[in-house]
């Protein structure tokens, strides 16, 4: 049929998509009501379990429903913490959290948000890792969009299909390199679920303002397409076109169906498409990637922390890495982008400060022919150097960076050769999850003879050597992407610029005081993430507001302030 007398067009505030559908359009007919009773308590973003009020249970017709005792939230707490600490293995511990997040989402939040440093490795790295592996096995409610290639042509209406309406932030992964764990396919689920929940407990997004997202294209990984559990599409993964033109489809649908000021968060995608799906959509869209960009803006922080201890400046440094992938060539692009900052030298002159070493030695200008085109602003003038030790004695570096996503790779030789360069040997083992990291915490502290100042992408934990206490850093994204998300968001802006990313590094190293520097921190503690996350936030919306890009108006007097306003509590609301 067509529209007819009803002809249909699109209205303002169509939220629903119902006026701009063509009558022969199916619509999602949406509703919205007051929960109570039984389906209150069903309801995790409702539900309090036994801390429903007196009151409540007679107006939300409860009675019966419940035991009769009424219990406090902290109460709930600390039964919920006791239990969890009776598990010893760390997936019992995921599990058990993430039916409490699908149970009960407030609470869930409560104890992320007070219990942060305890369950950080719980929800994130390293124990999501294993999650994502076994994700088919530990199945039980789906949580997040999947889209896959079978819903080619009808993303739009997949999206649609989320109850939420006022999405904020999404977090997209394609599987293909899940933490240092290689390609997972569609049980790479777990990173954005992950992700996004640290949005919450840590930047205070609204959980209902997140929306995790896997776009499924197959795998590449035998063991999963033999694994009669795995929850993906059973074939390899599609490539060139096909892969393209299933992503330019996603991207157009969330820009329709959300809008201009969605931050699209890219996770956890192989080198190949991570580079080019950023560069083609950050001038269309708001994109970020937090392996490339999130994980630049948190090294950078821990590097202009650590000059307290190392004295001079960043361009008096020497930098080396091994791995030339997002987080290498990410941060090193960085580094240079804020020597430029500080110094006015052109970036090209500051490139020449940063060596990486690949899995094929050095990336040196001999080899620029072959290399991938993000590595090229890498190869300098040298003679080809085989192997990471070589490259340490050749460049003596001052500093010295792990992103291979490949474990065990600064060996005892290796840091040893940093300790006889350097005085105080900065060392940051970044590849996640710990099986992965270059050297454990312990080993970079022995083979120095304590002198080392290290950080690695996930937590390790204090070590006592020679009678001193070592306080391990952990530079893991996660300090940055909540308070630069939320920042994006109170500023309503458009588009990320790298000077926002310079902004966020800026105000953690400044979070970092005396007491930390003491212990050897470069870091300040995750104990703290809410405050550092509102500091990051106002400085990276400050820097929005500077660039033109917030369409947040007026531009709110005190940034900080704003911010904490602005951050989800886990504390029960009381029900009328
Ligand atoms: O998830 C993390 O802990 C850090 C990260 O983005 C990665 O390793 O891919
Ligand atoms: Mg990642």
């Known amino acids: 049929m067509n529209g007819g007398d009803y002809a249909v067009s699109g209205g303002v505030e169509d939220v629903y998509g119902e006026d701009a559908a063509s009558m022969d359009q199916p619509i999602t007919p949406w509703t919205v009501s007051v929960a109570s009773g039984y389906s ?22 409860l009675r019966g429903l419940l035991p009769p005792v009424v219990l406090s939230q902290e109460l709930q707490e600390k039964k919920l913490m006791h239990n969890l600490r009776q598990y010893q293995v760390p997936l019992q511990r995921y599990t058990a959290l ?63 299909n989320w109850p939420e309406r006022s999405v904020q932030v999404i977090v997209v992964t394609d599987g293909e390199r899940i933490l240092g764990l290689g390609d997972l396919g569609c049980q790479g689920m777990g990173i954005p679920v992950g992700k ?7 930047g205070g997004v609204r959980p209902s303002a997140c929306l995790p997202i896997t776009i499924d294209v197959g795998t590449n990984n035998e063991k999963l397409l033999n694994d009669e559990f795995y929850i993906g599409l059973r074939q390899r993964r599609a490539t060139g076109q096909e892969y393209a033109e299933l992503l330019h489809e996603f991207m157009t649908a969330v820009k329709q169906n959300y809008g ?9 995608f192989a080198n190949h498409n991570a580079f080019e799906l950023l560069a083609r959509y950050s001038s269309s869209h708001l994109v970020f990637n937090d392996d490339i960009q ?46 430029s900052k500080q110094t006015g030298s052109p970036i090209e002159e500051n490139r020449k400060k940063i060596w990486l070493v690949d899995s094929k030695g050095l990336i040196v200008d001999s080899r620029k022919e072959s290399l991938q ?3 090229k602003p890498w190869a300098h003038e040298h003679e080809p150097v085989k192997t990471l030790l070589d490259a340490v ?36 083992a970044l590849s996640n999850p710990t099986s992965q990291a270059e050297c454990t915490a312990e080993e970079a502290y022995t083979w120095t003879e304590g002198r080392a100042i290290f950080a690695s992408g996930s937590p390790f934990d204090t070590f006592e050597y020679d009678g001193k206490v ?38 953690l190293a400044a979070q970092v005081t005396e007491e930390h520097y003491e212990k050897g921190m470069i870091y300040p503690p995750f104990s703290d993430i809410r405050k550092i996350s509102a500091n990051i936030a106002a400085k990276v919306a400050a820097k929005a507001y500077e660039l033109g890009l917030a369409s947040h108006l007026p531009q709110p007097k005190d940034l900080v302030k704003y911010a904490e306003s602005c951050m989800y509590s886990p504390r029960y609301r009381t029900y009328r």
């Open 196 to 202: 996004l929940s640290l949005y919450t407990a840590l």
């Open 294 to 339: 999130g994980t630049a803006s948190v090294v950078l922080a821990g590097l202009l922390a650590s000059l307290r201890l190392l004295g001079g400046t960043l361009a008096d440094h020497r930098f080396l890495f091994l791995g030339a992938g997002e987080a290498g060539t990410g941060i090193a692009e960085l580094i240079a982008l804020e020597i």
């Open 260 to 268: 201009e000021k969605v931050l699209i968060q890219f996770e956890d």
């Open 40 to 61: 209150l308590m069903r309801d995790p973003r409702h539900n309090k379990g036994l801390a429903f009020t007196e009151t409540e249970r007679d107006a939300h017709y």
């Open 393 to 428: 004695k050749a460049i003596k570096p001052t500093i010295l960076i792990g992103t291979s996503g490949v474990g065990k790779q600064f060996t005892k030789e290796v840091v040893e050769a940093m300790a006889s360069l350097n005085e105080k040997p900065l060392i940051m």
């Open 470 to 507: 070592f306080v391990p850093g952990q530079a893991n994204n996660a300090y940055i992407f909540p308070g630069f998300g939320l920042g994006v968001i109170i500023s309503g802006a458009i588009r990320v610029h790298d000077d926002m990313l310079l902004a966020a590094s800026e105000a």
């Open 98 to 160: 993430m039916d409490l997040q699908e149970r009960n989402e407030r609470l869930f939040y409560k104890l992320l948000i007070d219990n942060v440093e305890e369950l950080l490795p719980v929800v994130y790295t390293p124990t999501v890792g294993e999650a994502c592996q076994k994700y088919g096995s530990i199945f039980r409610r789906p949580q997040g969009l999947y889209i896959s290639l079978k819903e080619k042509g009808k993303i739009l209406e997949v999206l649609k």
């Open 373 to 375: 085109h993000f590595k």
